[in-house]
């Protein structure tokens, strides 16, 4: 099954207002990710945080981390149109040479 | 503009053709990865690549062959394809091999399958 899981699956939420996203994983891990993907382009990653590390704040991105209910989020501030894209978390399990992506959250900004 | 090209963007082929993606890195990193990107599902790490030696095969298809000839360029050589094998192809690279880099990835090709 897969590692991280986002939640909700999709988000619409009017302009200027904040958006949470939230992911679960399964298995420990070193440290968790945020990637945001426009329609019809790659991955563009947004933000690592570390298992020791419970909060990362980058410009309007806020991420929290709770390794005790192996779970993570990701709150966009202020949303804007240009933030209307697909948010995936991407755990880096201990012990594995890899990332695992989880299925992402579609988030529609509505002006 | 994310230092990584993919080519062709988008890409149509009869089930016998033959035709490879192309992938190149202008970031000076070690590690690269094809992954597989459908509907509905998460994405698919498909191959891994340090110093150009494969470090792993997701248990991919034999129909799907990758190539590294250095650390900047990555291909994926497809034939015999099947119509699931619609989908986005996306490579990334990474400054080292692992899940402790973030990872940096082209815009992808869109394969379909005809």
């Known amino acids: 099954s897969q590692q991280g899981e986002e939640d909700p699956q999709a988000l619409s939420i009017q302009e200027g207002e904040n958006a949470t996203m939230n992911c679960s994983y399964k298995?420990?891990?070193?440290?968790l990710q945020w990637y945001r993907q426009n329609s019809g382009r790659g991955l563009v990653h947004l933000i690592l945080i570390r298992s020791n590390e419970r909060e990362k704040h980058s410009g309007r991105l806020r991420v929290t981390l709770d390794t005790s209910k192996k779970s993570s989020s990701l709150l966009i501030t202020a949303s804007r149109a240009a933030d209307t894209a697909s948010y995936f978390c991407?755990?880096?399990?201990?012990?594995?040479?890899?990332?695992?992506f989880g299925q992402g959250t579609r988030l529609t900004i509505n002006p | 503009e994310t230092g990584v090209t993919q080519t062709p963007r988008h890409l149509v082929m009869g089930m016998t053709n033959k035709k490879s993606l192309k992938c190149e890195q202008h970031?000076?990193?070690?590690?690269m990865y094809w992954y597989k990107q459908s509907a509905k599902k998460p994405l698919e790490l498909m191959f891994v690549y340090n110093f150009k030696e494969q470090t792993e095969n997701n248990s991919v298809p034999s129909r799907f062959s990758p190539e590294c000839p250095n650390s900047s360029h990555l291909f994926l050589h497809l034939h015999t394809l099947q119509p699931e094998d619609s989908a986005l192809y996306l490579c990334?690279?990474?400054?080292?091999?692992?899940?402790?880099?973030?990872?940096?990835f082209g815009d992808g090709t869109r394969l379909s399958i005809l």
């Open positions: 990334a690279s990474s400054q080292d091999v692992g899940g402790w880099w973030p990872q940096h």
């Open positions: 298995t420990s891990i070193n440290n």
């Open positions: 970031l000076g990193h070690n590690a």
């Open positions: 991407a755990t880096g399990p201990q012990g594995a040479q890899k990332l695992v």
